[in-house]
């Protein structure tokens, strides 16, 4: 590594955690993602997020499907910039 440049770190999914795509926003703090599960889920986006970040259609998000209707719904824990996204996509760990 060059001196001077900081080591780049992106968020990995851990355990039950699914990488998905927005397709499109539902209102109030719902969206409807496409995971790498291939399986569509209606999403929430808890208050933490909400109130700080921005989301629109086609970004990166990381998924934690509930314990009940794991095939349904979930919560968004975190979005990727489009650098974290792009790193993702040719590691080749995000294959949507």
């Known amino acids: 590594m ?3 440049e900081q080591p780049f770190r992106v968020r990995m999914p851990r ?3 699914v990488l998905g795509v927005i397709e499109s926003m ?3 703090n719902k969206i409807r ?4 599960d291939n399986k569509v889920r209606i999403v929430r986006i ?3 997020l909400r109130k700080r970040i921005w989301m629109k259609e086609n970004d990166i998000v990381l998924v934690e499907p509930w314990e009940i209707q ?3 719904s979930g919560d ?3 979005k990727y910039s489009p650098t974290e996204a792009s790193w993702l996509r ?4 995000l294959k949507i």
């Not at 993602?33 to 790498?36: A, I, K, S, T």
């Not at 040719?90 to 760990?93: F, L, T, V």
């Open 90 to 93: 040719r590691k080749g760990i």
């Open 76 to 78: 968004v824990i975190w």
């Open 2 to 4: 060059p001196e001077g």
């Open 46 to 48: 808890p208050g933490r």
């Open 33 to 36: 993602v496409r995971c790498q």
């Open 15 to 17: 355990g039950r955690e």
């Open 26 to 28: 539902l209102g109030v």
């Open 70 to 72: 794991k095939d349904k």
